[in-house]
């Protein structure tokens, strides 16, 4: 069967208007073949859950230069699961000090991708994550 | 039970994961989805489905999130007797033709509508459609349909001239324009006006919007103001703001008038055929390759390829061979001869 289209959901949580950087990753996961909901700044985690339920996606990446990282990451982690999508990949890019990397991949965050990450190295990770779900028997 | 049946009861008891399954499935076109909609379909046939198509940038994200929320915001008895109706928003976006992937914004305009459990927003890619929607749009807002939406939106790509899709797959057809969007002889051209029930000029803030309006009108009047094939509607010219929300009741009333229109003078259930017409020809054209395909030899389809290109047969000939498993008919036995002939 051919492999279902990747779907990922580019939100900006929080308050720091910024979103050069969520457009560029969009911009290259489009040009990887994948459709990229983009759904602009300052979203709560509330409806960043939501978004990624109606929109069915496989990942969801977090775009966040503000710092609140560890209070926006738990409550979107706590929300998709409590809406039955826990399976649903979460990646996080942005500023995010050394301290905190680990604290976020306990959270289950695939991966975190700070400044100077090349968009290919990020294409090609999510490409892996998402499909490597679409092979396993599902949740 | 099966998969597909659990899947349908999911989405009939309204659980919006399940729905957001189901419209996945579908879109991917996967056997699953289809044998769901199949159990789903007696439930279809029940929303007002509007389509909302114009040029990129004439606002449709933001003005199709003002129609949600006027919607949303009381009881239209002829919708729903005893609540605001469910309102559902089908936003579909272009898909790049080179890497096959897409970027769907249309969300970013919609952020009003987060956190109100009767809309469902989805977004589409086109998928390498042409005319405006996605392939399976369609089968989606039935799934939607049947869900219980009792208005289904559908946004269209960004439209031109050709794009008028739409206009068999709405019950009414919203065509967008904004101030200073080409003269009048872009306005008489086929195409996209023809399809409209409802015009509106949005950004009507704007200078130019009075001029925008005065050219449709001129436009329509030199059509007869017809509204498509249909002579006793008359095809309403408004003005709205989709950033602050200004004429968008007038819309909203407007929309309702044309739905009663249409139910009173039996174009509903005509265009309700139209609709099915379109979804079963579809669907038939590509069944009927898939199953073509599937039933040639190996290697056939390229050789026939092969003999196109190199001139020694026309495509009219190679179906008719394709198809018939005979030669060649008289004419396309000429063609060779005259080549063969022309050749020595």
Known sequence: MIQPTIRVLIAKPGLDGHDRGAKVIARALRDAGMEVIYTGLRQTPEMIAEAALQEDVHVVGLSILSGAHMALVPRVVELLRAQGQGQVHLFVGGIIPDEDLPKLKALGVEDIFGPGASTQTIAARVRQVAEGRAQSPGP | MSDHAELAQAVREGQRLALARLLSLIENEQPQGEAALTELYPLTGRAYIVGVTGAPGTGKSSLVNELAKTLRAKIYPGLHASRPPAVAIVAVDPTSPFSGGAILGDRIRMRDLAGDAGVFVRSMASRGSLGGLAHTTSSVADALDAAGFEVILIETVGAGQAEVDIARHAHTTLVIESPGMGDDIQAIKAGILEIADLLVVNKADLPGAE????????????????????????????????????????????????????QASGLWRERGQQRAAAALEARLRDRLAERWHAAQPDGRYREILARIVRRELSPAAAVQEMLEDEPAPEAAKRHLAARAGARR
Do not use: C, F, K, S
């Open chain 2, 211 to 262: 001029n925008a309006v005065r050219v449709l009108r001129a436009a329509l009047d030199l059509a007869g103001n017809t509204g498509g094939a249909e002579a006793r509607w008359q095809v309403p010219i408004l003005q709205a703001v989709a950033t602050t929300g200004q004429g968008v009741p007038t819309l909203v009333e407007a929309l309702l008038r044309h739905r009663e229109y249409l």
